[in-house]
């Protein structure tokens, strides 16, 4: 099974700063990454497939990068409607999430 | 647009089954996608559990493979989940999604709103 570590685990932040968060591929998995926001009580929404690709409607602070075993999550300016868990999942083979990384003040 | 409803029991006994149908709206279940099902312990992160595509095809999570079956009803549009001998580490958010792909990539890209099951006595 490929395992997708996340880091940090949690992180706070301000309105307007740069973040990044990082996730690692236990074995190469290209680009088969996805990256995915979750908001308390909601259900997650895709931000990045395919490592880079951003999804129509998400706003282009998002920007996902890196192949191989590590891929990161850039928002260029963080908005207070960002703060939230932040997913990355691989898709090479099977399906796997990351552990989640939470954004907060 | 896609909608993706879950349904089914929120409390399920122990050693007893979970079963739950996610009824898809605006995409019809035969077109060349994938549909998964994921959940989410209260407070913790994402699992994947399974897909299936219309033809019957299915893929499942090896960890839980051998309580798990998925299936999906054409007529009604809608796909199915079955885990069985259930236990408290079961207790969680089961969402629905549609798996969307790009070429070889996939991805979740519409899902439900979630439905909670508790295992309990």
């Known amino acids: 099974d490929i395992q997708m570590t996340q880091s940090p685990s949690s992180l706070s932040a301000s309105v307007g700063d740069r973040v990044t968060i990082t996730c690692r591929a236990s074995?190469?998995?290209?680009?088969?990454v996805n990256w995915y926001q979750q908001k308390p009580g909601k259900a997650p929404k895709l931000l990045i497939y395919?490592?880079?690709s951003l999804q129509s409607g998400v706003p282009s602070r998002f920007r996902g990068s890196g192949s191989g075993t590590e891929f990161t999550l850039t928002i260029s300016s963080l908005q207070p409607e960002d703060f939230a868990t932040y997913y990355c999942?691989?898709?090479?083979?099977?399906?796997?999430f990351g552990g989640g990384t939470k954004v907060d003040i | 647009q896609v909608q993706l409803q879950e349904s089914g029991p929120g409390l399920v006994k122990p050693s007893g089954t979970l079963s739950l149908t996610c009824a898809v709206s605006?995409?019809?279940?035969?077109?060349?996608?994938?549909w998964s099902w994921v959940r989410q312990p209260p407070g913790r992160g994402l699992e994947w559990i399974a897909d299936?595509?219309?033809?019957?095809?299915?893929n499942y999570n090896p960890s839980l493979k051998s309580r798990v079956t998925i299936s999906v009803d054409k007529s009604k549009n809608h796909f199915s989940l079955k885990l069985t001998s259930v236990t408290a580490a079961d207790t969680a958010m089961y969402y629905c999604?549609?798996?969307?792909?790009?070429?070889?990539?996939?991805?979740?890209?519409?899902w439900g709103q979630g439905t909670l099951v508790t295992v309990s006595s």
């Open positions: 999604a549609r798996d969307e792909n790009w070429g070889s990539y996939r991805f979740f890209d519409s």
């Open positions: 605006g995409d019809s279940i035969t077109s060349n996608l994938w």
């Open positions: 299936i595509y219309h033809s019957g095809s299915t």
């Open positions: 074995q190469s998995i290209k680009n088969y």
């Open positions: 395919a490592a880079s």
């Open positions: 999942q691989q898709t090479y083979s099977s399906l796997t």
